[in-house]
């Protein structure tokens, strides 16, 4: 089994900074992506951006390109999401996520996620 605790989550004004983080323990591969989801009250649970654990290639959502940033601690096994120049519609619960893959690209859809953390929540005021 795979442990994931998302931390890092708050109130935030629009234009600001949050930094979240994911550790990850328990279970190892060889090869998979880990990143993060969120999902806004009434919405879909969407992709946010993901790293390929052993190429360290990065994909993001076209939505917060330029602003969040996807990184890693291969030390801690720990995935970070820093998000600037947040919105209010960035407001939701931010998932980290697991997905067991060869694929080099690390984009993830919801329905192929192998572990979830239990969710972070990032509310952002206008």
């Known amino acids: 089994q795979v442990q994931l605790v998302e931390s890092g989550g708050g109130l935030v004004q629009a234009g600001g900074s949050v930094r979240l983080s994911c550790a990850g323990s328990?279970?190892?591969?060889?090869?998979?992506?880990m990143g993060w989801f969120r999902q806004a009250p009434g919405k879909e649970r969407e992709f946010v951006a993901g790293m390929n654990w052993s190429s360290g290639d990065t994909a993001s959502a076209d939505s917060v390109k330029g602003r969040f940033t996807i990184s890693r601690d291969n030390a801690k096994n720990t995935v970070y999401l820093q998000m600037n120049s947040l919105k209010p519609e960035d407001t939701a619960v931010y998932y980290c996520?697991?997905?067991?893959?060869?694929?080099?690209?690390?984009?993830?859809?919801?329905?192929?996620?192998?572990?979830w953390g239990k969710g972070t929540l990032v509310t952002v005021s206008s």
């Open positions: 328990g279970r190892t591969f060889s090869t998979y992506h």
């Open positions: 996520a697991v997905r067991i893959s060869y694929l080099r690209v690390p984009t993830m859809t919801a329905d192929r996620v192998d572990y």
